[in-house]
């Protein structure tokens, strides 16, 4: 996939805060999965992950893909149900987004016992579809190099509910050093 971007090195991010965005099926997996990689080629040690992506539905969504070997590399990866995509009404999409934001909370909790120098997080906006963007950059306060992706468009919806993701979304992109955008066609 060509991101037509300048390439980016670890040193580049190291002690920012960095959040990559875009519209469904964009590559922010993607890119965030090879800078990861690039990382771990790099040298760089005390890494981890945080995987809030479901599993792909319907064509969107995922997992991001590992680097192998990636000795030391501590993921957290709590069970997440995608919301919007799975539920059968405005409540159950609601009640999926609180059970996520709750799965979410426990393995923050698990992660700020030993924080890591550098955290990849993968779909930060399931979380901040039930939470507020300032409870996860408190959570994140002890790890000086954060890379994360997250869903801001409009493909999946205007109402309500994805209206509150968007403005969080948008709310931890304000509290990012670096904030990446791809475009629809990357």
């Known amino acids: 996939m060509n991101f037509l971007l300048p390439e980016i090195v670890p040193a580049q991010l190291e002690g920012l805060r960095s959040l990559i965005w875009g519209e469904v099926k964009t590559g922010k997996t ?4 090879n800078l990861l990689a690039r990382f771990v080629k790099d040298g760089y ?3 981890a992950v945080m995987e809030f992506a479901p599993e792909m539905l319907r064509g969107v969504g995922g997992k991001m893909a590992l680097p192998s070997p990636a000795t030391g590399l501590r993921v957290y990866s709590p ?3 995608a919301p919007r995509l799975s539920a059968g ?3 159950e999409v609601e ?7 709750a799965a979410i909370d426990q393995a923050l909790a698990e992660y700020q016992a030993a924080p890591s120098k550098v955290l990849f997080i993968n779909d930060v906006s399931l979380y901040l579809q039930a ?4 409870l996860l950059m408190d959570a994140l306060a002890a790890t000086p190099t954060v890379v994360m992706n997250g869903y801001h468009g409009s493909s999946l919806g205007d ?3 994805s209206q509150r993701e968007r403005a969080h979304v948008e ?13 629809i066609d990357s």
């Open 45 to 47: 040690t005390d890494l």
């Open 131 to 134: 939470r507020d963007p300032e």
């Open 95 to 101: 009640a999926l987004a609180q059970a996520n934001g």
């Open 89 to 91: 009404s405005p409540e």
């Open 79 to 81: 069970p997440i149900a």
């Open 30 to 33: 993607t890119l965030t999965g």
């Open 171 to 183: 709310r931890l992109a304000k509290a990012c050093d670096l904030v990446i955008a791809l475009p």
């Open 159 to 161: 109402d309500a509910f």
